[in-house]
Structures are given as structure tokens and as C-alpha cells.
């Protein structure tokens, strides 16, 4: 295995296979040294999958710069990646005067940061464009949209591969020294690697990279958020996610977003969790998250309703004076030199992942000229989704391979044909949660009862796997441990 690199990135979330595909439009060797089994196993899969207009980002420049920019440009990267988008918009609603003040001081910052086509509006106007939706008064935010978080984590992946990064999962960074020859030797807890440069996009556990390389000590700061997903039958009542006033610290409690496959997302309840990793559901928080979404998209969340729940925690770095959040961090240092490190990046990270990497491009540049890499391609095209298709185009894709005749997955109808492409996928990523990333098998009511066997069936075959090697996402997670009979 290639161990020598011009550039190490660690960590492959959105924000580390943004850099990765940024970083191979030029003539260099990359890697991205990834803990897990998958690109999208952090807070890249777990969040509201929210394009973010940047009215929320308060007053931090960079992270209203990159959230703008991110909007901004989103149809293309969009199309460019094939990665599931609709520009929805989205309603943040108040009920009473106290939380029409709140509103009516957040749409003039929103209008000071130019946040486009923002308008205050009233019940009758929200009716109009949400019928579903309740509030007494709302700021419209048109920019804003939903996308899927994980996809598109997957998509920048996939893309950054394609024109030649390589991805080594499995490879905790737990050391970093800077060798004689100027050269960083990283540990990993399988391997040792060697690279010129090291990007941290390490996420959640960024602060102890920062302190391998010699950047600032961090104190881990935590906010976990649990997430319930509704039926595809609440969904058809949903176009627009709706949120509600923002709470003192800015951040704006369980919200209601349509997913763009048609779901509904309710949450996030948002508990600071301070250095604690804690992915747990707890009854309390799906009780709330039913009494606080029903207040804005009422007669729809309902208990019945309920297809599964889901947690995502992202950090955030404090002023140690004021103890207040501080703004995104893309740092470099003039003594240690070929180092570019990422705190705290927190919300809206997913909006802001290309701009956040073209900052790190331009820290590369500031230290070594690069040549562009004349086979740069910035088009990725995802698996054909079968139950997308018109009944011409599913009639076509069978007659060419019959796998797409064959339905694995019933309740997402994903056909054998899509499977088998997941299971091939340019990363190498071989869990059964990778399948159900790559084509939404699983993720129906049924919640894999159907398919589950028949894809790690595909698994063992396609990959010749043995069956109780098969891991469900992360090590030490398997889906068997011997035979019942
Ligand atoms: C509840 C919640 C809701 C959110 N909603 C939105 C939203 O709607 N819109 C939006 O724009 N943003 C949203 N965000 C923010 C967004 O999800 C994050 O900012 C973004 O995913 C951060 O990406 P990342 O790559 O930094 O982190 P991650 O996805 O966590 O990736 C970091 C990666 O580094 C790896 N890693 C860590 N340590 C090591 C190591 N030592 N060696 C190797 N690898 C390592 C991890 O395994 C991980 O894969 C939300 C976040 C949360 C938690």
C-alpha cells in the first residue's frame, strides 16, 4: 500500500472529503486517514440535512461568509455531484408578542447580512404557503433547502476518489511528529503514514489532532441533538421545513423538515453535552420532540407515525473569557508550517463544506505554488434510483440488466441492480450500513426485516465474505455470530 503522500487529510466527513475533492483540482498525492468505515458515520450523517440560508449564523463572519457562499452555489454543486436537492425554502414561526420581537430582530439581521429575499409575514401568508404549518408570524427565508446530509458526504467522497484521492478507513490517527526531512509521520492504530502536508477535519475529536500538531489546546464542548424520523405518510402534508424562534443562544430548538425523500424530520433537541460522545435516545426527549413539533405542523406527528430515531452531536469551540461560541476555525500557523487545522466547526457545516475548503486551498497556496490537475473532473453521478424512474425508463434499465427486475428492498423499492453497485462502490466501503447510504434500502417502515438478509447475502457473494465477518457499520458491530441451526 502507497504510504507517502503530499497531503494527509484526517478525517473524512463532509467537511475533510470537501477539502479531499477541492484539493484534487490540483497535481498532488491525498489521502484522507479515516476512524471509521465510512465517510458519513459522524455528524455528516446525522444532522438536519438543511441548506442553511445563513439568517442563523449570528455574528460570526465566517460562518455567515461560508453558509452564504454555500447557498449560494448549491444548485450546481447539486447537479455536479447528483446529489437529491430541493430548493424548499423555510418558515421560522412565532406564536405571541415575545416571540414576534425575536423575530422582527432576526429578519434585520438577516436583511444587515444580505440573506436574499428574506420577508416577515402572517398567519394568512403562512397558510398560504404551508397549509399544515401553524404561527402567528414567520420570517419567509426562500434560499434556504433540503438536501440529503449523507449523499452528499458520500457524493464529495466518491468525486474526490474519482479524480484520484485515496481513502484508508479503519485508521485512527493517534500520533504526529514532524520528521527531520520536514515531512509529517502520522500513527494510525493499524499503520504509519507519511505526508508533507496535514489537513485536521477530525469533527468531533479535531481538538486532539490540533494538540498532536501544536495548535491550540481545546477543551471539547458538545452539543448532542436526537432526531425522530416520521412515515412517508406525514411527509405528503410537508413542503417547507418550519422552524421556530431561536432560543438566547441562537440556536433554534426541535424543528420539522421534510426529508427529500419524502420524510419527516422531527427534531433536533439540543442538550450541551460538554466532552461527553453520548448517542443515546431517550424517552424524554422523543415525549418532547412529539409536544413540540405537534405545536408547529399539528395533526401530523403522531406516535404511529414513527419509523425510528437517530442522534447527532456537533462541537463548538468557546471564548475561554466569555465563555460564548466562537466562529468557525480554519487555522494556520507560520510555525508549523504545512498544517491546516479545523475547529469547531460546527452548524451549518453541511452548507458550508466547499467554501470552508476553498479556504484550506487558499492556506496551501499562501506556502507552495500547486499546477492544476488538467484531469480534474468535477462531475460524480450517483446510482440510478429505480423507483424515480417513469414505467418507460424502469422498462428500458430492466431490459438492459434484469437486477433491476428484482425488488430487495420493498419498502424504498431498491432493486438487486442498485445494491449490487453499492456493494462495488469506488471507496471500498463494505458495512451494511454503507448499502443503505448508498440506495436507502433499509430505510423504510420495515426498517431492513425484509432486506437485511438479502443484502449482506450480497455481500458475501459479490465480496466473498464470509458471513460472520459481515459488520453492520462500525468494528466489532457484526450481523452474525453463528448458525441457529
Ligand atoms: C444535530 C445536528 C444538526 C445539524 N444540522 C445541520 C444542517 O441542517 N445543515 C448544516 O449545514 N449543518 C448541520 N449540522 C452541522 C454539520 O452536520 C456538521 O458541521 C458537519 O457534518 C461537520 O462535518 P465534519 O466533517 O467536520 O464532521 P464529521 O462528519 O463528524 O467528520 C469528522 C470525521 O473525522 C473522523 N475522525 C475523528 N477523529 C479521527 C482520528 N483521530 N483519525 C481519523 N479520523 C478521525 C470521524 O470518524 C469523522 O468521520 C448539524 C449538526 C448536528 C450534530
Known amino acids: 500500500m502507497e504510504k507517502l503522500y503530499d497531503v494527509a487529510i484526517i478525517g473524512g466527513g463532509v467537511i475533510g472529503s470537501a477539502v479531499a475533492r477541492e484539493l484534487s483540482r490540483y497535481q498532488l498525492k491525498i489521502c484522507v486517514l479515516e476512524k471509521e468505515l465510512d465517510v458519513c458515520n459522524g455528524a455528516s450523517g446525522r444532522n438536519t440535512g438543511l441548506l442553511h440560508s445563513g439568517i442563523l449564523s449570528g455574528d460570526h463572519k465566517l460562518r455567515t461568509e461560508c453558509c452564504l457562499e454555500g447557498n449560494a452555489e448549491f444548485d450546481q454543486v447539486a447537479e455536479e455531484l447528483d446529489v437529491p436537492f430541493r430548493r424548499s425554502g423555510k418558515l421560522i414561526v412565532g406564536f405571541g408578542e415575545e416571540e414576534k420581537l425575536c423575530l422582527e430582530k432576526l429578519y434585520e439581521h438577516g436583511l444587515q447580512c444580505k440573506v436574499p429575499g428574506i420577508r416577515m409575514i ?10 399544515n404549518a401553524d404561527g402567528e408570524t414567520a420570517i419567509y427565508v426562500p434560499s434556504a433547502g433540503i438536501l440529503c446530509p449523507y449523499t452528499y ?19 485512527e490517527v493517534t500520533g504526529i511528529e514532524k520528521g527531520a526531512d520536514g515531512n509529517y509521520k502520522i500513527s494510525t492504530v493499524k499503520s504509519h503514514w ?35 424520523i416520521l412515515d412517508k405518510k406525514a411527509g405528503k402534508f410537508l413542503s ?3 422552524y421556530p424562534a431561536p432560543s438566547e443562544n441562537g440556536d433554534c430548538d426541535i424543528h420539522i423538515t421534510p426529508t427529500v425523500d419524502g420524510n419527516v424530520l422531527v427534531g433536533p433537541t439540543l442538550k450541551e453535552i460538554g466532552d461527553e460522545i453520548d448517542y443515546s435516545a431517550t424517552q424524554e426527549k422523543i415525549d418532547e420532540m412529539m409536544i413540540q413539533g405537534a405545536r408547529l405542523f399539528p395533526k401530523h406527528v403522531k406516535r404511529e407515525y414513527f419509523i425510528r430515531n437517530y442522534t447527532g452531536i456537533f462541537p463548538y469551540v468557546v471564548d475561554p473569557v466569555t465563555m460564548q461560541r466562537v466562529d468557525f476555525q480554519i487555522q494556520s500557523d507560520p510555525h508549523i508550517s504545512h498544517a491546516v487545522n479545523l475547529v469547531g466547526i460546527s452548524t451549518p457545516g453541511l452548507t458550508s463544506a466547499l467554501p470552508i475548503a476553498r479556504r484550506v486551498v487558499v492556506k496551501v497556496l499562501e506556502q507552495e505554488d500547486l499546477l492544476p490537475n488538467p484531469a480534474f473532473n468535477p462531475i460524480r453521478k450517483g ?16 431490459g438492459e440488466d434484469p437486477d433491476y427486475g428484482e425488488i430487495y428492498c420493498r419498502c424504498e423499492c ?29 430505510m423504510g417502515r420495515c426498517q431492513g426485516g425484509y432486506c437485511e438478509t438479502r443484502l449482506t447475502s450480497m ?27
Open 153 to 171: 458526504a458520500i457524493a464529495l467522497a466518491e468525486n474526490a476518489a474519482q479524480n484520484g484521492v485515496h481513502y484508508h478507513f479503519d485508521q
Open 459 to 485: 455481500i458475501e457473494q459479490e465480496l466473498h465474505r464470509d458471513a460472520k465477518d459481515i459488520l453492520l457499520n462500525q468494528n466489532g458491530a457484526y450481523m452474525f455470530v453463528g448458525k441457529v441451526k
Open 414 to 442: 431498491v432493486t438487486k441492480a442498485e445494491i449490487k453497485q453499492a456493494v462495488h462502490n469506488i471507496l471500498g466501503v463494505s458495512t451494511v450500513s454503507g448499502i443503505k447510504y448508498r440506495t436507502r434500502a433499509t
Open 194 to 228: 507519511t505526508a508533507r502536508w496535514v489537513i485536521n477535519c477530525a469533527g468531533l475529536f479535531a481538538y486532539r489532532i490540533s494538540s498532536m500538531l501544536g495548535f491550540g489546546t481545546y477543551i471539547p464542548q458538545r452539543v448532542k441533538g436526537e432526531y425522530e
Open 383 to 398: 446510482i440510478i434510483r429505480f423507483a424515480d424512474q417513469t414505467d418507460e425508463e424502469k422498462a428500458r434499465l430492466i
Open 240 to 242: 417547507i421545513p418550519i
Open 122 to 131: 402572517g398567519a394568512d401568508e403562512i397558510k398560504k404557503i404551508e397549509p
